[in-house]
């Protein structure tokens, strides 16, 4: 990820901490530091090492106390007008700036902070009564700090909201402002770097999926089974509000596509009285995708969690009061996140607000993001009923799947965008793709991107399918060819082929090409090309194999099982193709 970072204050310092966080996530970051306070030059410049770099992210850090200072060292000059017309001219001229990098940049992200400014100023008690405050100089820019975002590739950190919860005197370094322009303190360049690191982790979808949660003192104070419905702490007073609070987040976590999941030693009779008759029960257990209440090793049913969702541990977070629990887990399966638990359940919610941050955060909500739950409750139904079919021929049958297919969607690119960089299992290249460059590709006229969207009886999977594709002469190339685990072993990826082959057969495309490059994942998808008749081109260095479909003298029966929607499938880019081939 090559990254330029940008500020009207010497930032230096945090680099090699940022470069640390990004590297523990997985995310090499190759940093280029532009001229102090220069950012406007390297903006609006065509020239500039940001506008001719190619660069994949952006940070502008702008110090409100640096671009105000005319104002915060000479306040009683200026009127409220005239303030108003300042931030005006500064959130107008800084979204040009934006704007005007990002058409220089197909594929760049900027991560720009709302402001602060210290508290209390040289105003003291005029502050808030008189006609101007400086005080209110910050809430006024940020209260407009949406216009930054001139598209999609601008996202805004709470940097605000950062001071506030860590205090000013942790974050600044008034003795290395006064040195080397420095603002910030040792810990604070430590911990605005793994701020920034969440956002970025955020941005290219690399959250966690699943939270797995304790029962007895986790979500509620006490022990059920001793205690009983009426004498576990849980309510609106005292010990029991915190918990009930503690729901409430957890709560939308749900609401934010997490998965939600139970993992306690307990009788389920008793866990089951009270979701049913608690009144105070913020989550109810249609809340849960998976409910392991029993008498197991936690570790086994930590396992069997992942295996019924389809899903890798190191996608899970695990929180339990119990240490010993948490040390089995964390010794038996380090891929999950075991967090400690806080020792004082009235620090439940801080706690929580700052795990979510760290592990399930996110900068947009995708249509299935806000169905995952009632999507993975549905797909237990298909579950069940595939146990009950003679046939899995009956089974598919009995599905009634009808598919939705859309050509260079632009409605659909943040879905597809984060299918390339989750989709493990059911994944042929495992090429990661932010949404920048899923627009990109759209763009092209040499590209398609196909998204597939299935619906079945059980109602809506959303889009589960993702093609990206180059055409070159008569050629067609595929890219990018993922499923959902989700739709695994439902004929979905015959038909998903065949329906490309038969779309290029009509445009008189003569070849499909089609690359597996292996990972330590995504083994379920290897035998794809050579199930669907495409015939073994070679191997490659990178233990990678490339698979060829004569359209002209190959065949692909059509699949039985899965009928087009033709009265939402769209076909965007069909202009293109012709112009493609032309």
């Known amino acids: 990820m090559k990254v330029a970072l940008l500020s009207n204050i010497n930032m230096d310092l945090m680099v090699p901490r940022l470069e640390k966080y990004l590297d523990d996530a997985g995310i090499r970051g190759d940093f280029h530091i532009t001229g102090f306070n220069q950012y406007i030059q390297e903006m609006i410049n065509p020239n500039s090492t940001l506008n001719t770099g190619e660069f994949d992210a952006a940070v502008l850090f702008i110090d409100g106390e640096e671009l105000f200072q005319n104002i915060i060292y000479d306040p009683l000059k200026y009127k ?14 800084i979204s040009l700036q934006i704007k005007s990098a990002v058409n220089a940049n197909g594929k760049i992200t900027f991560f720009v902070n709302n402001l602060f400014i210290r508290r209390p100023t040289i105003l003291g008690a005029m502050d808030y009564n008189a006609e101007f405050t400086i005080a209110g100089l910050q809430d006024r820019f940020n209260s407009r700090v949406q216009e930054l975002k001139a598209s999609d590739r601008v996202v805004i950190i709470d940097f605000a909201g950062f001071v506030s919860r860590y205090g000013y005197e942790m974050v600044y370094d008034n003795r290395l402002w006064h040195i080397g322009r420095i603002k910030f303190s040792s810990q ?6 793994e701020l920034y690191c969440s956002y970025m982790q955020a941005y290219l979808g690399k959250s966690k999926k699943v939270l797995v949660l304790d029962l007895d003192n986790t979500l509620w ?3 059920i089974g001793e205690d009983g419905i009426n004498g576990i702490k849980l309510g609106n007073e005292g010990i029991g509000r915190a918990y009930h609070d503690f729901q409430k987040l957890i709560r939308v976590l749900k609401h934010k596509g997490i ?4 993992c306690s030693k307990n009788n389920l009779t008793d866990v089951r009285e009270v979701f049913e008759k608690n009144e105070f029960m913020e989550l109810k257990e249609d809340d849960f995708v998976a409910l392991k209440i029993n008498w197991e090793n936690k570790i086994k049913n930590i396992k069997d969690i992942a295996a019924e969702l389809n899903l890798g541990t190191d996608s899970f977070v695990f929180i339990d009061d119990n240490p010993f629990e ?3 887990v964390k010794s038996e399966i380090p891929q999950v996140i075991v967090p400690d638990f806080p020792e004082d359940p009235v620090n439940l919610s801080r706690w ?4 979510s941050f760290k592990y399930f955060n996110n900068v947009i909500i995708t249509n299935e993001d806000k169905l995952r739950t009632e999507i993975y409750h549905a797909d237990s139904n298909r579950k069940k009923m595939e146990g009950k079919a003679a046939t899995l021929e009956d089974f598919y049958e009995s599905l009634d799947m009808r598919a939705v297919i859309r050509i260079d969607s632009r409605d659909d690119f943040k879905r597809i965008a984060q299918l390339t960089q989750r989709t493990n299992q059911f994944n042929l290249t495992t090429r990661r793709y932010s949404e920048n460059e899923v627009l990109a590709f759209m763009n092209s006229k040499d590209w398609m991107v196909l998204s597939l969207e299935l619906n079945d009886r059980f109602g809506p999977n959303g889009i589960i ?3 990206i594709v180059k055409i070159e002469g008569q050629n067609c190339y595929i890219d990018t060819f993922l499923l959902s685990c989700r739709v ?4 979905v990826e015959h038909f998903f082929i065949h329906y490309l082959i038969e779309m290029l057969r009509k445009r008189a495309i003569e070849k499909v090409i089609g690359e597996y490059i292996t990972s330590h994942k995504n083994s379920a998808s290897k035998y794809l090309y050579k199930k669907n008749n495409f015939k073994l081109l070679g191997k490659n260095k990178n233990d990678s194999e490339s698979w060829v479909f004569n359209i002209a003298e190959d065949s692909l029966e059509k699949n039985e099982w899965i009928q087009i929607d033709n009265s939402f499938c769209s076909d965007a880019g069909e202009n293109k193709w012709t112009s493609a081939m032309n």
């Open 80 to 93: 409220k007008d005239d303030i108003d017309r300042l931030i005006d001219s500064e959130i107008k001229n």
């Open 259 to 262: 998965l939600l999941c139970i």
């Open 326 to 328: 948490r040390e089995m």
């Open 352 to 355: 929580f607000i700052d795990l």
């Open 221 to 223: 104070g006490g022990v």
């Open 465 to 467: 399918g993702v093609m």
């Open 488 to 491: 695994i072993g439902r004929t």
């Open 188 to 193: 604070g360049l430590k911990s605005l770097s």
